[in-house]
């Protein structure tokens, strides 16, 4: 499978008149490299994969240093206890959020995105009357795989940052995790074999945000629910 880009996904200014409807006649869909998708995912996972084993590596110190031994599953009546893991979840984003207002290269890379967005829209403007050169439709053409090719590096490069950020959210929420005694299988009633554990899925949980918690919360409930009417 190959991700594509359209003449349609050219921006053009407000107020501008809409790109001849020859060029989208007229012109293939740029693929932008790397072109396979199984090569991007593969890569990104290969790297999701990485940063994973370095937090549960970096979480087994942390733990055995600072982490309390639990007792067995805390089975809370209610869902208000997970409010504390998300005032973390949020704390951590808020904590985190001044190293991606500082990334250069994102801004650099968007930067000649708009540029390469510009020249296609140019190009794709000379491809209107009776007569287009063949001359014309190839360099347009070019210039939409020189958009795709730059729009490809910013979503390549923000899915690394997210997975760098995501690992570094990860430690400081397994450091939170072992300090303030916040195990949250155990609040959900899993009694996992050691505190190691407990204290890398804490991190890792609410390492990546509030989102994942909000859906725990959702099935908890929706189990909760289940049960007493049952």
Do not use: C
Not at 98 to 106: A, E, G, N, T, V
């Amino acid at each position: 499978m190959k991700t594509g880009v359209w003449i349609n996904d050219l921006k053009t200014s407000p107020g501008d008149d809409p790109l001849p409807p020859q060029a989208g006649q007229l012109l293939e869909p740029a693929v932008g490299a790397p072109t396979e998708w199984w090569a991007r995912r593969g890569i990104v996972t290969l790297i999701g994969l990485g940063v994973a084993v370095v937090v549960a590596l970096l979480t087994w110190p942390i733990s055995d240093a600072l982490g309390r031994k639990a007792d067995g599953p805390v089975v809370v009546d209610g869902l208000t206890i997970f409010a504390v893991f998300f005032v973390a979840a949020l704390a951590i984003e808020r904590l985190l959020e001044p190293l991606s207002l500082f990334d250069i290269k994102k801004e650099t890379l968007q930067q000649e995105q708009v540029a390469k967005d510009n020249e296609a829209v140019t190009s794709a403007r000379q491809l209107s009357g009776p007569v287009i050169p063949p001359a014309a439709v190839t360099a347009a053409q070019t210039k939409l795989e020189a958009f795709a090719d730059a729009k490809v590096k910013v979503d390549v490069w923000s899915t690394y940052r997210s997975l760098v950020l995501w690992g570094v959210a990860s430690i400081v929420g397994a450091v939170a995790s072992a300090l303030l005694n916040l195990h949250l299988l155990r609040t959900a009633g899993i009694n996992p074999p050691t505190v190691y554990l407990d204290v890398l899925a804490t991190g890792l949980i609410i390492g990546a945000g509030t989102k994942p918690l909000h859906d725990l919360t959702k099935l908890l409930t929706a189990a909760k629910t289940s049960t007493t009417g049952s």
